[in-house]
């Protein structure tokens, strides 16, 4: 009961204080002028991308979310590292349901190939979310939030919310807000945006409803899995990691930092060909404009609080007459499925 209160009055007080940028996406031919307008022009722009060389950076396909036969998947995880390694990904996290595994981790090669194998856990008495790199996940805590706590007490683990779409009936949006305002962004790092072969579109709004709620204070960095339960469960939605080397401590700092994007052919009708590929960002502060340069793709979309705000290869993030505010996130669409970028911070 307690509890009640205090989110309502969380609630009006996050109502009052952002009048100009409803958590609830607008549809796309909302008028910009009006909603983002009498908005003081941003100062800075913050990149996940901040200081990455695309030219030399190597990219490493993850998925971070996987099931094996110590819960309820159908194949080993020998034979789930075996099948990504071959489909040649580079990075996998192996988790269970409510059980870790820690056995056959780190650099793990397969026929001649490099993978990097993750300890990890998906926690799943409540709200479910993956915990990566710890060792033991035990014991079970009562709600989403102690769990959370003692996840990161315990592990110091890196953590991100599964499934929203999953759970939508049972939690408001404000306890999404509530949770990654409270712990710290280098654990509780974002929140899956695609599962499985989309599993649950509406994830997508929700993200941008958490990141509207949340920016610029602190980020919410997206992730696609398979949270495959067995092998035709693989290739439909990944994570890409730009770091110089295939190993844990430089993987898990780019997952901290989103330095990174996300994929899914599950969201394009007969995918074919390519995924759309990044060339390069170049963030410009003296003119606040961000520009994408990019192949594969036919469309892109940049949006700010959860609304298509720009379709072109350059945003300007101070207009005449209105601004964007809080973040700004594309995404490009190709015949091969689409690619989302982490968001970037607008103060
Ligand atoms: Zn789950
Ligand atoms: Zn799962």
Not at 71 to 87: F, H, L, N, P, V
Request: net charge negative; with cysteine; proline share 5%.
């Amino acid at each position: 009961m307690k509890k009640r209160i205090i989110f309502s009055f969380w609630a009006l007080t996050f109502g009052l204080a952002f009048t100009n940028c409803s958590p609830d996406p607008l549809p796309d031919n909302v008028d910009l002028l009006q909603y983002f307008g009498s908005i003081p022009p941003a100062t800075t722009i913050e990149s996940p991308y901040e200081g990455i060389d695309f030219d030399i950076i190597n990219r490493f396909k993850a998925v971070l979310h996987t099931h094996t036969r110590v819960s309820d998947g159908k194949q080993t995880a020998d034979e789930m590292i075996k099948a990504y390694a071959d489909r040649g990904y580079h990075i996998l996290a192996i988790t269970d349901h409510d059980q870790v595994y820690a056995k056959n981790t780190g650099i793990v090669n397969v026929n001649g190939r490099d993978i990097l194998v993750i300890k990890g856990i998906e926690l799943t008495m409540t709200h479910h979310f993956n915990s990566l790199f710890e060792d033991s996940g035990k014991p079970l805590q009562l709600n989403v939030e102690s769990q959370i706590n003692y996840e990161i007490k315990k592990h110091n683990s890196v953590l991100f919310l599964n499934h929203p779409g999953r759970h939508i009936w049972f939690y408001p949006m404000t306890f999404y807000f509530d949770l990654f305002n409270k712990f710290p962004a280098e654990n509780l790092v974002g929140m899956e945006v695609i599962n499985n072969a989309d599993e649950y579109p509406s994830d997508k709004d929700t993200w941008h409803k958490v990141l509207t709620g949340v920016s610029p204070n602190r980020t919410v960095y997206g992730f696609a899995n398979d949270d495959a339960h067995y092998y035709s469960e693989i290739g439909s939605s990944y994570n890409e990691y730009l770091t110089d080397n295939l190993n844990e401590a430089e993987v898990r700092n780019a997952i901290v930092h989103g330095k990174s994007f996300f994929y899914t052919n599950a969201t394009v009708s007969r995918p074919t060909g390519s995924m759309p590929y990044v060339k390069d960002v170049i963030v410009n502060r003296a003119t606040m404009t961000i520009t994408v340069e990019a192949e594969n793709y036919s469309k892109i979309e940049w949006r700010s609080c959860g609304v298509v705000v720009c379709t072109d290869e350059e945003i300007a993030i101070n207009n005449d007459g209105y601004n964007f505010y809080k973040y700004v996130q594309f995404t490009l669409t190709g015949p091969g499925g689409q690619l989302f970028s982490q968001p970037f911070l607008i103060k």
